[in-house]
T-cell receptor
Framework: QITLKESGPTLVKPTQTLTLTCTFSGFSLSTSGVGVAWIRQPPGKALEWLALIYSNDDKRHSPSLKSRLTITKDTSKNLVVLTMTNMDPVDTATYYC???FGSGWAFGNWGQGTLVTVSS | QSVLTQPPSVSAAPGQKVTISCSGS????????VSWYQQLPGTAPKLLIYENNKRPSGLPDRFSGSKSGTSATLGITGLQTGDEADYYC???????????FGGGTKLTVL
């Protein structure tokens, strides 16, 4: 059974850096082809893909946010970390950690999500 | 403004069939697999369809997916009140490059 859980601050101030940790079980990031992504959803709005990291450490980032995002993994601890710099109120959203499913572009298992509010 | 275009809302009566469209371009839907997600109120999205038309194990066959050219469609038959949710399509866009989602479609079962 695959599970993922996000953790991190619920409130950050503008210009601060957000660090979110995804702790997962039921799969290993040492297995070839496995990927973990971050997706966010502002309140009442659509999903937005942020970043993806594969087991071979190949990384993909949203072009519009690439300069602000860093995604890393710790295979031995079964965790993935996302950092986003220079936070702004428009970054207020629920941030989801997700397991990439299969060889195409699909996400089969999602964390419960964590709401991050950016406010002074 | 989402890269993929979905109707904001659709509705149908219980027991009926509904389709939700997702329109894109050759750089996304036209040359990449499409996935579909259901998001019930207050919950995380759930994968319904992957690789255009495949269902994850255990998902009822009331849900179906198809793709033609630069558009994809999600179909739901035998509508139930429990199907009321937001539905999203997603794919990879080779020109950006990056993952993209539609703006979401709210399904109301009247």
């Amino acid at each position: 059974q695959i599970t993922l859980k996000e953790s991190g601050p619920t409130l950050v101030k503008p210009t601060q850096t957000l660090t979110l940790t995804c702790t997962f079980s039921g799969f290993s990031l040492s297995t070839s082809g496995v990927g973990v992504a971050w997706i966010r959803q502002p309140p009442g709005k659509a999903l937005e893909w942020l970043a993806l990291i594969y087991s071979n450490d190949d990384k993909r980032h949203s072009p519009s946010l690439k300069s602000r995002l860093t995604i890393t993994k710790d295979t031995s601890k079964n965790l993935v970390v996302l950092t986003m710099t220079n936070m702004d109120p428009v970054d207020t959203a629920t941030y989801y950690c997700v397991h990439k499913f299969g060889s195409g572009w699909a996400f089969g298992n999602w964390g419960q999500g964590t709401l991050v509010t950016v406010s002074s | 403004q989402s890269v993929l275009t979905q109707p904001p809302s659709v509705s149908a009566a219980p027991g009926q069939k509904v389709t939700i469209s997702c329109s894109g371009s050759s750089s996304n839907i036209g040359n990449n697999y499409v996935s579909w997600y259901q998001q019930l109120p207050g919950t995380a999205p759930k994968l319904l369809i992957y690789e255009n038309n495949k269902r994850p194990s255990g998902l009822p066959d009331r849900f179906s997916g198809s793709k033609s050219g630069t558009s994809a469609t999600l179909g739901i038959t035998g509508l139930q009140t429990g199907d009321e949710a937001d539905y999203y399509c997603g794919t990879w866009d080779s020109s950006l490059p990056g993952g993209v989602f539609g703006g979401g479609t709210k399904l109301t079962v009247l």
